[in-house]
């Protein structure tokens, strides 16, 4: 990257939303997943397998689109564990979340030496090509289109996507009507586990893309433990944007920018040890979450099993 | 006579409970039927097995003649039958509109048409007379209105067979002379309803036919016009009961309790305590009536010290106890049943013993230091649980275990035994069968003939109208009126508890 033929400014612009875009992609997939009332923490571990199996489907076709795929599908092949545990066998959600983190991280070390034959990390493999050179063709915003990705562009159109479908379609209605009191929604008709089913295999749909989002979009390769706890800070912006689609992004964005801003910053020289610039990010986190989240409210029934005919 | 729905021979069994025993039920098109049986007899098991949300161990269901097999809500709204829940079934922060449309919204190519939503439940509610506004949100309007919405929400699936679950449990006086209009009106478009209820009152004046319940079964099925209240009592009950309360007149003495203008906030930052004006007296029992939501709770988390009071005070016998805790004003001599028994009266996972002494734990006799004298608290709960005839096998089974008018008992006798200068008893008798009321009735007007304060807030009218001696009506965070009991009467308290005023009916009432 030839940031030195672009404006500082324009750079942390473009840089700031490389680093949201899996943040946003899995904040989406929480939101679907809690608007429904299922908590899902199993997120960060399903961005691990996205991150692992976007850059086994590339390395294995040959083609990044079948990697992006596979991450999806395996998204969806690990949140359906967790709609088992929590929606039929109504476990304690945070839980089953956990575990999955837990065994996401094992399953892909231990298919990282099988299928790789590797440990730590895999080979680089083929990424998407991005039309460097065609965006900077493009007067104005050329500088700035052209140090994005493809996966930037997903992401934002998957806010419009998810926003139209919660707000605006019956599906939505039904969703949110899920999540705040199921009980009514089943009084009406509405098929409680089945929402719940579809949103949290969405999520994982969502979780495995931001994963690949992160190993082929970034590095093309995928790195143990190069997740590093996105899929929480994930969870955090969702809450943050309280649960809606756009604010989600916008949290994602504010959380991306202290990432972003931290690295530029390193290179300004100011006399500010350059620990306090990598705390940023947290710290910004810590800030947001303590001053705001007081005041968004969480969808009524998240996190709480429904039962039939319960008395 | 045209049978639009029979139910025979249905049985349902929940873990413990036989909650229905071979029941037979039938509803005529165009009547009113009402359930009658106390909480638990096993209505609300019944209609939920005829709306879908329970399946039933045995028996069987026709609907216009059909033999039929409900398995989910759907399949009832299908045959058109439409429930509305004693708890409602609405999502609080959706419109008044997408609650009605949800399950069968009106589309527009792949989006909801909420404008054609819109227009559909405003005909809807005009065809019915309900006034009410398709863009509000739940949470914003009366309860009263909720209860209309529940309506059309089932009369916008086309239901022909309307099941209202104690449809007047949280209504005012006059809310449900309205429901009884509406109802007729209902009835008239060729509806047929079955309503569930265990107030006798209601059932006089609202329906055709009843058919009585009791511990899951069946007693009789008679009409409206040729049976009698006493008689629905003794079928409902089992036994003759007395539905008034015996107590001589009060002998107010020194003011207990003073409230000066106290005010305070719910947990959105609202007002919600406006200046409320209170005295109570020894050996009287004043009643606070008031449609639920007006500030009766937050009125008693303020004096027994759970919140916070922004402004004003409240003095018990000459001291100050605003802004202290809750067990400085324990030791004050403030005793209080909550209105919520599994929130606050009880720790359900504790041994009865353990909850027997919950408030004077940390003392003497039942504490030395750090260590509980647990010989004493069992003891003490033997004599509580013997006093109070509170039904247990033993002091050491857990509170969960007792049924709800028991557990009650234990918390009035937890409370009582701490011989407070003031006892506050709230919604004492909520979901309680009636003799278990008739038992803590008598309590509370004992504790008022020994000359403690009782200060009762009740939802229930009846219950405020036969046992207080003055009765305040709280409404919108205020005292709007206080009448002596002896005069008072259900009309006026109703006008009160909407927000109305008596100044241009008479004067009389008021004291």
């Known amino acids: 990257m030839d940031n030195a033929s672009l404006p500082v400014v324009v750079a942390l612009m473009a840089a700031t939303l490389r680093q949201a875009t899996p943040l946003i992609l899995a904040s989406l997939g929480g939101v679907f997943s809690e608007r429904s009332g299922v908590v899902n923490i199993g997120l960060d571990g399903i961005m691990t397998c996205g991150a692992f199996f976007g850059v086994y489907g590339s390395y294995k076709t040959g083609s990044p689109a079948m990697g992006i795929l596979f991450a999806i599908i395996a998204g969806m092949i690990v949140s359906s564990i967790h709609a088992f545990l929590s929606i039929h066998l109504k476990a304690d959600q945070v839980v089953s979340g956990v575990a999955i983190n837990l065994f996401s991280g094992a399953l892909t070390s231990y298919l990282l030496l099988v299928l790789f034959n590797r440990q730590g990390q895999t080979d680089g493999v083929n990424a998407l090509t991005y039309p460097k050179a065609f965006m900077r063709g493009i007067p104005v915003i050329g500088g700035f289109l052209s140090e994005l990705n493809w996966y930037v562009f997903m992401a934002i159109i998957l806010v419009f996507v998810t926003y139209f479908i919660l707000y605006k379609t019956s599906l939505g209605l039904r969703i949110r009507a899920v999540g705040e009191h199921p009980k009514a929604a089943d009084t009406l008709g509405v098929n409680v586990y089945a929402i719940r089913y579809l949103c949290v295999i969405l999520s994982g749909a969502l979780g495995g893309l931001a994963g690949a989002s992160l190993s082929l979009g970034t590095t093309n390769l995928f790195r143990e433990g190069m997740v590093s706890g996105r899929g929480f800070i994930a969870l955090a912006a969702m809450i943050f944007g309280g649960w809606r689609p756009f604010g989600a992004m916008w949290a994602s964005i504010l959380f991306a920018f202290a990432d972003a801003f931290q690295i530029v910053a390193q290179g300004f020289g100011w006399a500010i040890p350059y620990q306090f610039y990598s705390a940023l990010p947290y710290i910004l986190t810590m800030i947001a979450l303590a001053g705001f989240v007081g005041k968004t409210t969480a969808p009524a029934a998240d996190g709480v099993p429904y039962t039939k005919g319960e008395r | ?511």
């Open chain 2, 1 to 511: 006579m045209e049978k639009v729905v029979e139910m025979r021979g249905i049985t349902k069994v929940f873990p413990g409970v036989r909650a229905n025993d071979d029941v037979n039920f039938e509803l005529a098109k165009g009547e009113i039927h009402v359930l009658l049986g106390e909480n638990g007899a096993g209505k609300t098991t019944l209609m939920n097995i005829l709306y879908g949300l329970y399946q039933p161990d045995s028996g069987e269901i026709y609907v216009n003649g059909k033999k039929v097999d409900i398995k989910t809500p759907g399949d009832a709204i299908k045959l058109g039958i439409g429930m509305v829940h004693q708890h409602f079934m609405l999502v609080h922060n959706f419109t008044v509109a997408e609650n009605i449309i949800l399950g069968k919204e009106p589309k527009k190519g792949i989006t909801v048409n909420m404008k054609q939503a819109i227009q559909d439940v405003k005909k809807l509610a005009d065809l019915y007379g309900f006034k009410i506004d398709p863009e509000a949100i739940i949470e914003d309007i009366t309860v009263g209105q909720q209860q209309k919405v529940e309506i059309l929400k089932a009369l916008y699936r086309g239901a022909d067979i309307l099941i209202l679950d104690e449809p007047t449990a949280v209504l005012t006086p006059q809310e449900i002379e309205e429901l009884g209009v509406i109802l007729k009106n209902l009835v008239k478009e060729g509806k047929s309803i079955i309503l569930i209820t265990h107030k006798l009152k209601e059932v006089m004046s609202m329906s055709d036919r009843v058919t009585i319940v009791r511990r899951g079964k069946v007693i009789d099925t008679v009409r409206t016009s040729e049976t009698s209240i006493d008689r629905l009592a003794e079928m409902m009950v089992g036994r003759k009961v007395s539905l008034k309360i015996d107590k001589a007149p009060a002998k107010p003495g020194k003011v207990v309790l003073e409230i000066k203008d106290l005010r305070a906030q719910d947990h959105r930052g609202l007002p919600v305590l406006k200046g409320v004006n209170l005295e109570v007296r020894s050996g009287e029992i004043l009643g606070i009536a008031g449609v639920d939501g007006n500030g009766q709770s937050e009125l008693i988390e303020v004096i027994t010290g759970l919140r916070k009071s922004t402004g004003g005070k409240f003095i018990l016998n000459g001291k100050d106890l605003t802004g202290k805790s809750p067990r400085e004003i324990i030791e004050a001599g403030i005793a209080h049943i909550p209105e919520d028994r599994h929130k606050r009266g009880l720790v359900l996972k504790y041994s009865l013993a353990e909850n027997a002494v919950l408030g004077k734990h940390y003392a003497a006799p039942f504490a030395k230091g750090i260590m509980m004298n647990y010989a004493r608290i069992k003891e003490y709960a033997r004599t509580l649980i013997r006093d109070f005839d509170v039904r247990t096998p033993n002091e050491e089974v857990m509170a969960s275990a007792l049924s709800g008018g028991n557990q009650q008992k234990m918390v009035a006798a937890r409370e009582i035994n701490k011989d407070p200068e003031l006892l506050i008893a709230a919604q004492p008798t909520r979901g309680l069968d009636v003799g278990a009321i008739e038992y803590i009735h008598k309590r509370l007007v004992m504790e008022r003939d020994r000359g403690r304060a009782v200060l009762l807030v009740s939802l229930e009218l009846d219950e405020i109208l036969n046992l207080s001696d003055r009765i305040a009506v709280i409404y919108d965070g205020e005292i709007v009126g206080i009448l002596d009991a002896k005069n008072a009467t259900e009309n006026e308290l109703g006008i009160l508890m909407a927000g109305g005023s008596l100044k241009n009916k008479k004067e009389g009432g008021i004291v």
